[in-house]
């Protein structure tokens, strides 16, 4: 009771009568509550702003349902940048949370400038816009 709903990540280990605990497990996805009602939910980047020569902004969300997912990024001036696709089913298109990453490059490889960039992620139907800041 009075557990958080949402998606948490856990690791298991078991402990002996004698108090030996054993090793913990891989990262284990738990959706605690129900899933999300529409769409995508609970969108944010951290860090925002994030430098892009020493680190990677973790683009989260949440799914209501397995379904392939596709972050583009944009300029502020509208111009496509960069395009992120996932699996249905897969990292990033699993239905609870899911976190990716962009490395603040472009679709050459090469790193944006610092500024406000747009991301806009779109699974099964629904659309969710972010603002993300690159800093140098």
Same mark, same amino acid.
């Given at each position: 009771?009075?557990? %958080?709903?949402? /998606? ?25 509550? %129900?899933? %999300? ?11 925002? %702003?994030?430098?892009? *020569?020493?680190? /990677? ?21 509208? *111009? @496509? ?46 659309? @969710? ?8």
């Amino acid at each position: 009771t009075n557990v %958080p709903q949402g /998606t948490v990540f856990v690791r298991v280990r078991s402990v002996s009568g004698s108090g030996v605990a054993s090793e913990s497990s891989e990262i284990i996805k738990v959706q605690l509550g %129900p899933l %999300p009602s529409d769409g995508i939910n609970s969108a944010s980047s951290y860090p925002n %702003p994030f430098d892009s *020569r020493t680190t /990677t902004a973790k683009i989260f969300y949440e799914l209501a349902e397995n379904s392939g997912v596709t972050i583009t990024i944009y300029s502020i001036f509208g *111009r @496509e940048l960069n395009s992120l696709s996932f699996d249905a089913g897969g990292v990033g298109g699993s239905a609870g949370a899911n976190t990716v990453t962009w490395d603040g490059s472009d679709l050459s490889g090469r790193k944006v400038t610092k500024g406000m960039y747009i991301a806009v992620i779109e699974a099964g139907g629904a659309r @969710e816009t972010l603002k993300i800041g690159v800093i140098h």
